[in-house]
């Protein structure tokens, strides 16, 4: 009996799998979920007719509906990257984690993901910092989480800087995000200059859609404030795309106003979830090019372990901090809701990539 019990469970998720899956092309919504919950019902009480204590197996079998119906992506692929899996050094003035293979950390199932190639969360301690270093053919932001991070551009000296919010010196801090465009080669620092506190951030690379461009900087803040209301973009494609002109390289102009432009088919955004509330990231934002999609999500490690986010109502996506994801076999205009399920707000980072 145990196993007729099982085999009608199955069939029930089976029953409402199908007809979430038509939903699409179903126009009364709401006969779809009384033909389910009929269903359901149905299946409950046929276990009763055949005096079956199935108090656990009902139990399991409403969890398992729940989860099925809670989903909006039925077809995506959503594979966690735990924190533990990611690489690790600390060398004492710098603590930081790889969810890429980066430096002398190698792992070949996390080269890169689309256009994303480098994901490292840093924590540098005070005067302490990354000396001039050369970087080209590459997309290269860095998102403070807390703390001061100092960039400055080779061709300045320290006490020469002038401007402190020009390009090519800037001293960060909370909300900013600074972006470099590596092209033929640029060389720069990022250091701690602070007397005391860590700074703390995310250094992300993308792989430009072509080589050899002309290097570039640019930062820009973006409050707290905005991040609570919903997921603010941050980087956008370079209007013009692959084949913007020279004007359009000066100009410089995302396709989303307000946002970085970038030299990618690459959409970035980041919001501040409280707990019991959710977030929908639209993939592609409306800006990118290619319809097949892929999104990498991130939970940095803000909170003391007490921030938690669930991704699309699945239990086997719920990411703790550190944690990220590979979210596949999405397209341009689905949409991923990101739910804060811990008990502090969660900081949550979306990069969305062909």
Same mark, same amino acid.
């Given at each position: 009996?145990?196993?007729?019990?099982l085999?009608?469970?199955?069939?029930?998720?089976?029953?409402?799998?199908?007809?979430?899956?038509?939903?699409?092309?179903?126009?009364? *919504?709401?006969?779809?979920?009384?033909?389910?919950?009929?269903?359901?019902?149905?299946?409950?009480?046929?276990?009763?007719?055949?005096?079956?204590n199935?108090?656990?197996?009902?139990?399991?079998?409403?969890?398992?509906?729940?989860?099925?119906?809670?989903?909006?992506?039925?077809?995506?692929? *959503?594979?966690?990257?735990?924190?533990?899996?990611?690489?690790?050094?600390?060398?004492?003035?710098?603590?930081?984690?790889?969810?890429?293979?980066?430096?002398?950390?190698?792992?070949?199932?996390?080269?890169?993901?689309?256009?994303?190639?480098?994901?490292?969360?840093?924590?540098?301690?005070?005067?302490?910092?990354?000396?001039?270093h050369?970087?080209?053919?590459f997309?290269?932001?860095?998102?403070?989480?807390?703390?001061?991070?100092?960039h400055?551009?080779?061709?300045?000296?320290?006490?020469?800087?002038?401007?402190?919010?020009?390009?090519?010196?800037?001293r960060?801090?909370?909300?900013?995000?600074?972006?470099?465009?590596?092209?033929?080669?640029?060389?720069?620092?990022?250091?701690?200059?602070?007397?005391?506190?860590?700074?703390? /951030?995310?250094?992300?690379?993308?792989?430009?859609?072509?080589?050899?461009?002309?290097?570039?900087y640019? !930062?820009?803040?973006?409050?707290?404030?905005?991040?609570?209301?919903? /997921?603010?973009?941050?980087?956008?494609?370079? @209007?013009?795309?692959?084949?913007? !002109?020279?004007?359009?390289?000066?100009?410089?102009?995302?396709?989303?106003?307000?946002?970085?432009?970038?030299?990618?088919?690459?959409?970035?955004?980041?919001?501040?979830?409280?707990?019991?509330?959710? /977030?929908?990231?639209?993939?592609?934002?409306? #800006?990118t090019?290619?319809?097949?999609?892929?999104?990498?999500?991130?939970?940095?490690?803000?909170?003391?372990?007490? #921030?938690?986010?669930?991704?699309?109502?699945?239990?086997?996506? *719920?990411?703790?901090?550190?944690?990220?994801?590979?979210?596949?076999?999405?397209?341009?205009?689905? @949409?991923?809701?990101?739910?804060?399920?811990?008990?502090?707000?969660?900081?949550?980072?979306?990069?969305?990539?062909?």
């Amino acid at each position: 009996m145990k196993g007729l019990l099982l085999l009608l469970s199955s069939i029930s998720v089976i029953f409402i799998s199908i007809l979430i899956s038509q939903s699409t092309y179903l126009p009364d *919504i709401p006969l779809l979920h009384q033909t389910s919950t009929f269903f359901a019902a149905s299946i409950s009480s046929l276990f009763k007719s055949v005096n079956i204590n199935t108090d656990q197996d009902q139990h399991s079998m409403s969890n398992a509906i729940k989860n099925t119906m809670s989903k909006t992506l039925h077809h995506a692929k *959503i594979t966690a990257h735990r924190s533990g899996a990611r690489g690790h050094a600390d060398h004492g003035w710098l603590n930081t984690y790889h969810s890429f293979s980066f430096a002398s950390w190698y792992n070949p199932k996390f080269n890169s993901f689309g256009s994303l190639r480098v994901l490292n969360e840093d924590q540098v301690k005070a005067n302490s910092g990354f000396p001039t270093h050369p970087h080209r053919d590459f997309e290269i932001f860095s998102y403070i989480i807390s703390g001061e991070l100092t960039h400055r551009d080779s061709m300045l000296t320290k006490g020469a800087e002038g401007d402190a919010g020009s390009d090519k010196f800037y001293r960060m801090h909370r909300g900013d995000v600074q972006f470099t465009t590596g092209g033929t080669g640029i060389a720069h620092s990022e250091f701690n200059e602070h007397n005391k506190d860590t700074v703390h /951030f995310l250094q992300i690379w993308a792989i430009p859609w072509k080589r050899g461009l002309k290097p570039r900087y640019h !930062t820009r803040n973006f409050s707290d404030d905005e991040k609570r209301k919903g /997921f603010v973009n941050i980087l956008s494609p370079l @209007k013009g795309g692959v084949d913007a !002109t020279a004007e359009q390289e000066k100009v410089a102009e995302p396709t989303i106003p307000g946002t970085i432009p970038i030299h990618a088919d690459f959409v970035m955004g980041a919001g501040i979830i409280a707990p019991q509330t959710s /977030f929908e990231w639209k993939v592609g934002a409306k #800006a990118t090019e290619a319809t097949k999609r892929k999104v990498y999500v991130h939970l940095p490690m803000t909170k003391g372990g007490k #921030a938690k986010v669930r991704l699309d109502g699945r239990d086997d996506a *719920i990411l703790e901090e550190g944690d990220g994801a590979f979210v596949e076999s999405v397209n341009a205009g689905d @949409k991923l809701v990101v739910e804060s399920v811990g008990e502090e707000e969660a900081e949550v980072v979306v990069l969305d990539t062909a």
